[in-house]
């Protein structure tokens, strides 16, 4: 089955708000990964977080693996139209190093 | 770089024809990766290979799908025969150190099977 969630599935905000997405393993995961796809186009590299616990900013994108390490969240301050797209987390489970799962994505929608 | 080439962009066959899809990776990376891309099950890793071999393919739907690197430069992924719900986005990634470092993806093979 799937192993990694992401929660919501779709997200319609108005630009200025802020949005979460997040994203649950069944399983402990070495490295969380953030991939973001704009429509039509293809999935592009965001950010990696390998540390439990750890916490990485991005001017208004906040990353969060955590203290178990097998959530993580991405927090965006202040959407902007440019943020449409679909972002995904991925990652390595510790139980078996040769796998690597994509979350089911979150849709972004912004209003202007 | 010219970043990771797939070919064709877009490809649309009928119902049991072979289907051929390319790419090439970013140079000097180790790792390519296919991905299949579609609405109902979202971004699904069909096989991926370091150094040329491949390390995981049980993403691979079945025995119509099979996947070569016979070079670092070059990879395939054959359907044959091809069916309807074969229709999808078809991605080809790459990268140096495998999950543990970003994936370069390609801009993708539409594929329509009718």
């Known amino acids: 089955g799937q192993q990694v969630m992401q929660i919501p599935q779709y997200q319609h905000v108005q630009e200025g708000e802020d949005f979460t997405t997040y994203c649950n393993s069944s399983?402990?995961?070495?490295?969380i990964q953030w991939y973001k796809q704009r429509p039509g186009g293809h999935p592009v590299f965001l950010i990696q977080l390998v540390k439990s616990g750890e916490v990485k900013k991005q001017k208004r994108l906040t990353f969060q693996f955590g203290e178990a390490k097998k959530n993580s969240s991405l927090h965006i301050t202040a959407t902007q139209t440019t943020d449409v797209g679909t972002y995904f987390c991925a990652g390595r489970p510790d139980e078996d190093f040769n796998k690597f799962y994509f979350g089911s994505g979150t849709k972004l929608n912004v209003k202007p | 770089d010219a970043g990771v080439i797939q070919s064709p962009r877009h490809e649309v066959t009928e119902m049991g024809q072979e289907v051929t899809l390319r790419c090439k990776p970013i140079s000097g990376h180790d790792y390519l990766f296919w991905y299949r891309q579609t609405m109902m099950r979202g971004l699904e890793l069909l096989i991926y290979f370091n150094n040329n071999v491949p390390i995981d393919d049980s993403g691979m739907p079945e025995d119509r799908f099979s996947a070569k690197m016979p070079n670092a430069s070059f990879s395939t992924l054959k359907i044959q025969p091809s069916e309807p719900r074969d229709s999808a986005v078809y991605f080809c990634?790459?990268?140096?150190?495998?999950?543990?470092?970003?994936?370069?993806f390609g801009p993708g093979t539409r594929l329509t099977v009718l």
């Open positions: 990634a790459s990268s140096q150190a495998g999950a543990y470092n970003e994936q370069f």
């Open positions: 399983t402990t995961l070495s490295n």
